[in-house]
Nanobody, 126 residues
């Protein structure tokens, strides 16, 4: 199973970026797995950003609530993360992930991830 992210980059504070995660195996989909986005800043632990369950159930960590939006295209088996009003503290490597534990969605826990993407860098300058 491959989760391939794209869409990272560099942006000034206040800008926007959109991540795409293409999932190679149809057995890993919104029907069978919880999905989410995570990030890891330099010197920090990996943390949950947004979780997705089923067709349209979503959860967000407090730092990104109201600014980031997780969505999916079920026909393409793809997951997205729209990031608006980016701030320097959002600078991190962002990872797409999938797992079968409800805690991946309920608590957006990295420990519950079964499949990870390789990550894409996001750098936000002030």
């Amino acid at each position: 199973v491959r989760l391939v992210e794209s869409g990272g980059g560099s942006v000034q504070a206040g800008g926007s970026l959109r991540h795409t995660c293409a999932i190679s195996d149809a057995r890993v989909s919104y029907l069978t797995y919880y999905m989410g986005w995570f990030r890891q800043a330099p010197g920090k632990s990996r943390e949950g950003v947004a979780g997705s369950a089923g067709i349209d159930n979503t959860r967000y960590s407090d730092p990104v609530k109201g600014r980031f939006t997780i969505s999916k295209d079920t026909s393409k088996n793809a997951l997205y993360l729209q990031m608006n009003s980016l701030q320097p503290e959002d600078t991190a490597v962002y990872y797409c992930a999938a797992g079968s534990s409800p805690d991946l969605y309920e608590r957006i826990l990295p420990s519950e991830v079964r499949y990870w993407g390789r990550g894409t860098q996001v750098t936000v300058s002030s």
